[in-house]
């Protein structure tokens, strides 16, 4: 179990403004902490989905929460929103052109501070 102040001594470790800002930002909801805990432990243990594993794990009318970067193998059918980290240009421009709606967490947890409706997709060893 994760603590608050385990998570703030790891955030000291990070380097990247807006990785940083997205973990304060999601400890402090309840329903993100999830995302928090993820995002604060080494690069090594980072969530990546290509988008054919993200299709594959989700039900429809989701909103699927990538604590991590989504990369562009394969194709996406459902239609959901997705919410990450980070997104490779190529999952961009496929995201776009199948008009499947997606944000940055940190935009998210402005947008839904209680977490309404989000899938946290995450690896087995997180």
Known sequence: MKTKTKINKQIQKKSRRELVDTIIAAKKKEKWFEVAKILSGPRRKNVNFNLNEIDKNIKKEEIVVIPGKVLS???????????????????????????IPFSYIIEEIKRNPEGKGIQILKNENN
């Open 73 to 99: 193998s394969g194709e996406l059918n459902k239609k959901v929103k997705i919410v990450a980290l980070s997104f490779s240009e190529k999952a961009k421009e496929k995201l776009e052109k199948a008009k």
